[in-house]
């Protein structure tokens, strides 16, 4: 079975412009959900995605926003970039709610704004 | 106070060593989550546990639900054991198991 495919790995911009982050999902898995990890420090939940829909947020403001697709895989998109919002993007998918189920983690999206 | 906490932030260790990284929470949970996360940033899914204990070849994950405590335990610690270690886990209020909170990691050096 494929696991968790995250692209790009590393990407460079600067503040005020947008990003798009790309996460393919495990087969047999219809869950996304999405993490920001800072240096250092623990991921943090953005948000979950099940059924093409957002269906649980964590404490990011709207301009962090995602998409789900009907072979599951997802996207988080971030507008407006702050510098921090430097950070490893995580997504990870499972058979159902992401606290309530294991989870297979994609590498990250390494995301640096200047 | 954070939700999570882990003991110790930094853990050395001497190959062949019993480990043991521990996970305080403050809040009723519906599921632990053990992770692993080498350098370069890849999280591996260790555990999930609600009650009792796991093992799962060297590693073994043991939670007390009374007293909101978790441990891992490393058995015969090898250098390819080091990592940096996390415990999330997930809110069994209103509904909330879509949601994770992680520690901030436990990070393992193990020598040979």
């Known amino acids: 079975e494929t696991g968790v495919t995250q692209s790009p790995t590393h990407l ?97 999206s390494r995301l640096t704004v200047l | 106070k954070n939700e999570v906490e882990q003991s110790p932030q930094n853990l050395t260790a001497q190959e062949g060593e019993f480990i043991t990284i521990n996970c305080s929470y403050s809040v009723g949970i519906s599921a632990l989550h053990w992770l692993q996360q080498h350098p370069g940033g890849g999280i591996v899914s260790l ?24 441990s891992l335990h490393i058995t015969a610690s090898h250098p390819r054991d080091s990592a940096v270690y996390i415990c999330a886990v997930s809110p069994n209020s209103g509904g909330s198991n879509y949601k994770l909170t992680f520690g901030k990691g436990t990070l393992l050096t193990v020598n040979p």
């Open chain 2, 47 to 70: 555990f999930m546990l609600s009650s009792g204990k796991k093992k799962h070849g060297r590693l073994i994950a043991t939670i007390n639900i009374q007293e909101k405590h978790s």
């Open chain 1, 12 to 108: 460079i911009k600067t503040r005020g412009q947008q990003v798009t982050l790309r996460c393919s999902s495990q087969s047999g898995h219809n869950t996304v959900s999405w993490y920001q990890q800072a240096l250092g420090q623990g991921p943090q939940f953005i948000f979950q995605y099940y059924r093409e829909e957002e269906n649980g947020r964590g404490n990011f403001p709207p301009r962090f926003s995602g998409l789900q697709f009907p072979n599951y895989s997802s996207e988080l998109n971030v507008n407006a970039l702050e510098l921090d919002d430097s950070a490893l993007y995580l997504c990870a998918s499972s058979r159902g709610a992401a606290g309530a189920n294991v989870l297979t983690f994609g590498a990250g």
